[in-house]
């Protein structure tokens, strides 16, 4: 067959043209597309990780923890900030243009005939890579959900459930039973699963989950004890279990604890199921290297100073709430928060949130056809609204943020993926 596709430029907007589809929230297409591929998910070991937050960080040091343990790994998260080739990584390294531009033409007629989603092509593509590169272990996260997930036809070795809250209402419920019943979907038999922060009505659920797949269910919250004890704008010092072990995290948050404590539930289930011993200096590595190993950005980080400059990719009220702790890693006078928030998210109790700061707040929209006009925004505040301006760009956003700013204040940039991906692309002039 001939290529239809003779460049990476070409390719790539076809691509995200996949986007038109929608979401498909069934296992049809990508059991299609893997069959057509042989089966490659078949051909690697996996971790199989879904949550409402905390999926990037887990993922992230569970990646960053079997490259220091010396293991070849592959990392599918999703969505990306700049690059479309974030989303897949082997061993740190993007994936490359010259293996997307084969693929996609490779499959091109099967796209044509099924009409699969971007995520369902995007999910073939990563397991497809893994088996070519000869990947050992690859860290999955689901995109939404986890019971109809497209990344749902994996067999791993462990799952991992971060946390979970109310989010992807039209596909996953409004209930928070409903949310636990399809994020517990990945829940597979026989298989191990860790469970990190959840209420006790996700507990029950999950252990009669876990019960009827005869899979042991480890609650992260049950095991180790970390203690945080200094912090900076850069991350933060803790003990672990008691001893005087001062290891050092290099993302702040506390919220990171409860990933963190994760993160060492499953490496604990890797030690006694994969046979993966580890000692202190493999923490200390893991954590140290986690920016490099497993390219993370954007949760909470700094970008610049004077003024402060904070990027952070919070979309949903769990992760909202959480950014008044993060604030008190550093000093400022005055925060102004600019903000934006897909229409298919609960951004009315974000909107909420965001209102008990003291805080000057700019609505806006980053470019993306999901994005909830911020006078949509504007009229879901229900108090203070004086408090806001509407700015219909993030270019006039940073650009009024920048103006009522001094060098002593802090600027937040929250509420999407999409918002920070747009930041991080704009001209050096506009930031």
Do not use: W
């Amino acid at each position: 067959m001939k290529n239809k596709f003779k460049s990476y430029k070409e390719c790539i907007p076809y691509l995200f043209n996949l986007e038109r589809a929608g979401i498909k929230y069934d296992l049809i297409n990508i059991k299609l597309l893997l069959s057509f591929l042989d089966n490659p998910q078949t051909e690697f070991k996996s971790i199989h990780i879904a949550g409402t937050n905390g999926k990037g960080s887990v993922s992230s040091i569970l990646n960053s923890f079997l490259m220091e343990k010396g293991f070849k790994t592959g990392l599918y998260t999703s969505p990306h900030l700049r690059d479309f080739r974030e989303r897949i990584s082997v061993s740190g390294r993007l994936i490359s243009r010259e293996f997307i531009l084969e693929f996609i033409n490779k499959i091109y007629n099967e796209i044509e005939k099924i009409k699969p989603s971007f995520f369902e092509v995007t999910t073939a593509m990563a397991f497809e890579y893994f088996k070519r590169r000869k990947v050992e272990y690859a860290v999955i996260e689901t995109g939404l959900g986890g019971r109809l997930d497209s990344t749902n036809v994996l067999k791993p070795v462990l799952s991992v459930i971060t946390s979970l809250s109310i989010d992807h209402i039209e596909f996953l419920g409004n209930r928070i039973e409903k949310i636990t019943y399809e994020k517990g979907g990945i829940i597979k038999k026989n298989i191990p699963v860790v469970i990190g922060n959840v209420s006790e009505v996700s507990k029950q659920i999950l252990k009669k989950t876990a019960k009827k797949n005869k899979s042991e269910i480890i609650f992260s919250s049950d095991r180790n004890k970390l203690k945080i004890i200094s912090r900076s704008e850069k991350g933060f010092c803790f003990d672990l279990n008691n001893k005087s072990s001062n290891l050092y995290f290099p993302m702040i948050g506390d919220y990171q604890v409860s990933n963190i404590k994760t993160f060492l539930s499953a490496a604990d289930v890797l030690k006694k199921y994969e046979n993966l011993d580890y000692d202190e200096d493999d923490l200390r590595r893991s954590f140290k290297n986690i920016k490099i190993n497993s390219n993370i950005a954007g949760r909470f980080e700094m970008i610049s100073d004077n003024p402060i400059l904070i990027l952070d990719v919070s979309h949903n009220v769990q992760a909202i709430q959480n950014i008044k702790k993060n604030l008190s890693y550093f000093k400022f006078e005055k925060l102004i928060i600019i903000f934006a928030m897909m229409k298919d998210k609960n951004y009315e109790e974000c909107l909420s949130e965001l209102c008990k700061f003291r805080a000057k707040i700019i609505l806006t929209k980053p470019e993306y056809k999901r994005s909830a006009e911020p006078s949509e925004l504007l009229k879901a505040v229900k108090r203070n609204r004086s408090r806001f301006i509407v700015k219909n760009d993030l270019k006039g956003a940073v650009k009024e943020a920048r103006e009522i700013s001094g060098r002593k204040d802090l600027i937040l940039i929250t509420g999407s993926f999409f918002l920070a991906g747009d930041y991080l692309s704009l001209p050096d002039s506009f930031k």
